[in-house]
């Protein structure tokens, strides 16, 4: 009856980096998600968390390795758990393609088959992910987001959605405006059918027209990054946000492309952006 | 007639990570090599190197990715090379082994067949590799060697042959005394026969007996790496290296085990040793 099964654990920055494995209720199937603990956290104390999303093709492990945002989470002393980005199993639907199914599950409720068996992304990142870490970890109800690509999607949408359950939302090189991209109207229209205001339920560019945040809002981006002008839009959703006076910030990276360099090169100002807003 | 050839490049810490491929006339193959080069190489500054081995099963890639070091390679003026474990290719001898073959190659020049046409990584990263490097890049002639398990190794054996060309040797968890190890008993068997004469050549332990080093050098080694108590054998080399009066500063590192996790956490105090060592 383990709830949450360890599968390994390496003492990174003077606390730990753990991989657990747990059946997920609303993606029916087992799950695997990444946290790091810094030493506080260890000894007891409890600590806001950032939930860091990844992009397509990512799993749990891609924040974890490549970022270096445990530095940071350990000097502030801020919990990060790294979800996985879709359902995984033989069981599990899939596609040929990297930018649908296994990989790829941009953080919705599917309501098309063969996904919305399993491809609940939404409500267990939402509500899932959060009730088991609030339930087996020493972390306070303080909870930020940050999100790569579709991680970036992921992050702006959830915060959104749910402005009384997040503190601060950041992102870099995020799908901002998926209906008005590739990736996002593949997915869509496989995961959620052809109804396109159910599309923009999951669109952070409608969205923000619609519930204009009151929590802050940090976004960078590549300039260089290939997926930058056809995928991403970052500037609809800056251009929206700003008419409804969001408290937006948002840097164009000169000669940076999407890769974790450019996260890596930058998580040190997304750390310090989201323990600014924990009050830390 | 192009000696090296870009493969790819990203922006990190306002410098460039690059990876490059070469026709490498010691063996006799393709090699590929990454190299970070902080904002002032780029602008024409000669910078000092260190090159940083990597270990049993790595390319130039994992210490690029995993260990974090380009952050403070930025913040010093260093530059980065990531060589190769071995030589590659479909050509190229190889072994069912992870500890033998391709990705192993042990920085050694092979003198046993199959393994000696191609198996010459001493004579590539001491001589071929510097000399392309000091060709096509703004570096200096200060050199210094970091590297991680075999890479440790490498590094450390390196630096005590050739105490002229570099100016610091650092290592994480090293195959401090490999002829005490099975895997460098395997590996100097295989690619230097049963002549213990010629491993002696190759082990860190036995050299710093004979050499003793004037250079400075630093090791990291976790508590609780698995590979610990039978491959790296640190103790061993640190005695030897007391009894001579070397200049060795070395660190057991309570509950750290052998991943880039352990790497990372440390490094900012690698690429510190090595930057006091350059004056900078």
Same mark, same amino acid.
């Given at each position: 009856?383990?709830?949450?099964?360890?599968?390994?654990?390496?003492?990174?920055?003077?606390?730990?980096?753990?991989?657990?494995?747990?059946?997920?209720?609303?993606?029916?199937?087992?799950?695997?998600?990444?946290?790091?603990?810094?030493?506080?956290?260890?000894? %007891?104390?409890?600590? +806001?968390?950032?939930?860091?999303?990844?992009?397509?093709?990512?799993?749990?492990?891609?924040?974890?390795?490549?970022?270096?945002?445990?530095?940071?989470?350990?000097?502030?002393?801020?919990?990060?758990?790294?979800?996985?980005?879709?359902?995984?199993?033989?069981?599990? @639907?899939?596609?040929? *393609?990297?930018?649908?199914? $296994?990989?790829? %599950?941009?953080?919705?409720?599917?309501?098309?088959?063969?996904?919305?068996?399993?491809?609940?992304?939404?409500?267990?990142?939402?509500?899932?992910?959060?009730?088991?870490?609030?339930?087996?970890? +020493?972390?306070? *109800?303080?909870?930020?987001?940050?999100?790569? !690509?579709?991680?970036?999607?992921?992050?702006?949408?959830?915060?959104?959605?749910?402005?009384?359950?997040?503190?601060? @939302?950041?992102?870099?090189?995020?799908? @901002?405006? +998926?209906?008005?991209?590739?990736?996002?109207?593949?997915?869509?229209?496989?995961?959620?059918?052809?109804?396109?205001?159910?599309?923009?339920?999951?669109?952070?560019?409608?969205?923000?027209?619609?519930? +204009?945040? !009151?929590?802050?809002?940090?976004?960078?981006?590549? !300039?260089?990054?290939?997926?930058?002008?056809?995928?991403?839009?970052? $500037?609809?959703?800056?251009?929206?946000?700003? *008419?409804?006076? @969001?408290?937006?910030?948002?840097?164009?990276?000169?000669?940076?492309?999407?890769?974790?360099?450019?996260? !890596?090169?930058?998580?040190?100002?997304?750390? *310090?952006?989201?323990?600014?807003?924990? %009050?830390?």
């Amino acid at each position: 009856m383990t709830e949450i099964t360890l599968l390994n654990k390496h003492k990174l920055f003077n606390g730990e980096q753990r991989r657990y494995q747990h059946y997920s209720h609303f993606n029916h199937c087992n799950m695997t998600f990444s946290i790091y603990l810094p030493s506080r956290a260890l000894q %007891g104390y409890a600590l +806001p968390v950032i939930y860091c999303l990844a992009g397509l093709t990512c799993t749990d492990e891609n924040f974890s390795i490549k970022s270096g945002a445990q530095r940071f989470a350990a000097e502030w002393g801020i919990v990060l758990v790294m979800p996985d980005t879709s359902p995984r199993g033989a069981e599990v @639907a899939n596609a040929d *393609s990297y930018s649908l199914g $296994q990989g790829a %599950g941009f953080y919705l409720n599917a309501t098309q088959q063969p996904w919305a068996q399993h491809y609940q992304m939404y409500d267990y990142v939402v509500t899932e992910l959060p009730e088991l870490i609030e339930k087996h970890f +020493p972390v306070t *109800s303080q909870r930020s987001l940050c999100g790569h !690509s579709m991680g970036g999607h992921g992050a702006l949408m959830i915060a959104l959605k749910n402005p009384q359950r997040y503190l601060t @939302a950041s992102a870099f090189a995020p799908i @901002a405006h +998926p209906m008005n991209s590739a990736w996002g109207k593949e997915a869509f229209s496989t995961y959620l059918g052809n109804n396109q205001a159910e599309w923009a339920a999951y669109d952070s560019t409608e969205l923000i027209q619609l519930y +204009p945040p !009151s929590l802050p809002i940090l976004i960078d981006q590549g !300039s260089v990054d290939e997926f930058y002008p056809e995928q991403l839009h970052p $500037q609809d959703f800056i251009v929206a946000a700003k *008419s409804k006076g @969001a408290n937006i910030r948002y840097h164009l990276r000169e000669h940076y492309d999407h890769s974790y360099y450019f996260v !890596s090169t930058f998580i040190e100002s997304h750390i *310090s952006f989201h323990a600014e807003a924990f %009050g830390l």
